[in-house]
């Protein structure tokens, strides 16, 4: 105890020009503007190694030995200029319970580090302000809101924080929160930026669907789209850009709605904005998924038109519009230019391609494009490897089909669909290779299959063929005693 308060003693001798004395009462032994002017300075002039023993050693001496919200607020304030120590200092007060903080104490740490653009620390800290005021959980990124423009001019901050707000809601799925926010900031004359109104767009359309996400876009760009296409104008504080519109028409394309993509294209040249790369690309899926490939193609020609260089989306939206309708030798000349070009292809490019010879029987190719995304380490979708083993059993290849899925089993966790199971399965049998069916039949009920009368139908032709009229006499009750159940 004596070589304590000896340190205490030396550390408040330094601090202060005239020494303090310590009262043995509750009460402080100094005011709350001596107690900022400490720890303001050990903050400041200690390494950052004695920085927390000492001010752990100043708190001690005061009531609660806590901060209040209002003191940490005053500390943080005077070191502003240096936002990670402001964090730093929060942390430490946070982890060690040493402030009784406060969404204002908290406000005033969100603030500073907004105007330091320190963006994920920010978002960070108001992540943490909504979870620890479980009082108020639902309505607490309001309330949050309402602390930060409490201490908006104190601490000298940015209209920037309050998108790290929304953003924040955005991020955590607030999505009533995120609205319920913007329409009090909206109210107040504050204005959001046009990427945080994008993310609070993307978000309502993909959880509340595309029309939902089109008109929270007419309410905040002010902008609509009549049935005739004619663009109808108020008055516009914010402007989009290219990237509002394209999380439109994703809404839109992901609903198959083509017309309305094509109204929200049409709206690029009203709205000022110029397509980029993904807006081409997107309307250029629209025509590839309806088999519209001829304007597929003028999109395409557009984009070079316009300077775009073709990239790795673009070519394979193009490829697997033409292996979809059948053209799988047009698919193959845009992927040559592909190489040529010296634009990489993916894993979906082979998918493409290797799904395109399948749906025209021409499964050797198919296997030979397999072989070669297996040597550039591709993993290819469960989808394809079913496409391949039900190309397969259509040409009758039996063994090389039930080969093949051994094989992708193990080396891609490929999963089987429950078609090609019973392919597989009837396939075997009619070969009279039983003990194989058996083996697939047994893995296809793992798998939460049951067997229809199609299967128990190849079993029991299968025994048949093998005179094995004992299994087929028992399947054939099995069967019966099922459908009667």
């Not at 994008?198 to 029309?211: A, D, P």
Request: net charge neutral; proline share 2%.
């Amino acid at each position: 105890m004596a070589f304590l308060t000896n340190v205490r003693k030396s550390l408040f001798r330094s601090l202060f020009p005239k020494p303090l004395s310590f009262s043995s009462s509750s009460a402080p032994p100094f005011s709350d503007a001596d107690l900022v002017s400490a720890a303001v300075s050990i903050l400041k002039h200690h390494r950052s190694k004695s920085r927390w023993s000492h001010l752990r050693s100043l708190l001690s001496t005061i009531k609660d030995k806590r901060l209040t919200p209002s003191q940490f607020s005053q500390i943080a304030l005077q070191i502003r200029n240096n936002a990670h120590l402001v964090l730093r200092f929060f942390n430490f007060t946070v982890h060690h319970s040493l402030s009784s903080h406060s969404l204002s104490s908290y406000s005033t740490v969100i603030h500073i580090l907004s105007r330091s653009r320190l963006k994920s620390h920010a978002l960070n800290v108001i992540k943490s302000a909504m979870c620890a005021f479980p009082d108020a959980q639902q309505e607490s990124p309001v309330a949050i809101l309402d602390a930060l423009i409490k201490t908006y001019r104190a601490c000298d901050s940015a209209p920037f924080v309050f998108d790290l707000l929304v953003q924040a809601c955005i991020e955590s799925k607030k999505i009533d929160r995120a609205l319920e926010i913007y329409a009090i900031l909206k109210s107040r004359n504050v204005i959001l930026r046009t990427s945080t109104c994008n993310s609070l767009i993307e978000l309502v359309s993909k959880s509340r669907g595309c029309f939902a996400g089109y008109d929270l876009y007419r309410e905040i760009f002010g902008t609509d789209i009549d049935n005739e296409g004619r663009n109808c104008s108020h008055d516009k504080r914010v402007s989009p850009n290219a990237n509002t519109l394209n999380v439109v028409m994703v809404g839109f394309y992901r609903e198959g709605l083509v017309d309305k993509v094509e109204g929200v294209w049409e709206e690029f040249v009203r709205a000022g904005c110029v397509p980029n790369m993904y807006s081409f690309s997107v309307l250029m899926a629209t025509y590839c998924d309806e088999r519209r490939m001829e304007d597929a193609m003028r999109v395409w020609d557009e984009m070079g038109d316009k300077g775009f260089n073709h990239d790795a989306v673009a070519y394979n939206t193009v490829i697997g519009g033409f292996c979809r309708v059948g053209e799988v030798e047009r698919a193959e000349e845009i992927y040559r230019e592909m190489v040529m070009k010296g634009v990489e292809a993916t894993c979906a490019t082979y998918e493409h391609l290797i799904k395109g010879y399948c749906e025209i029987a021409d499964t050797d190719n198919g296997l030979i494009l397999y072989k070669d995304m297996c040597r550039k380490n591709f993993c290819p979708n469960h989808s394809t490897v079913n496409v391949i083993i039900r190309s397969l059993c259509e040409k009758n290849e039996i063994s090389a089909a039930s080969e093949f899925w051994s094989m992708a089993a193990q080396k891609h966790e490929a999963v089987l669909e429950k078609e090609n199971y019973e392919n597989l399965i009837k396939g075997l049998c009619g070969e009279g290779m039983m003990d194989e069916a058996l083996k697939l039949q047994a893995e296809m009920v793992v798998k939460g299959f049951e067997p229809n009368s199609e299967i128990y139908g190849a079993f029991i032709d299968g025994y048949v063929i093998q005179g094995n009229e004992t299994m087929a006499s028992e399947l054939r009750k099995e069967m019966l005693y099922r459908e009667m159940s």
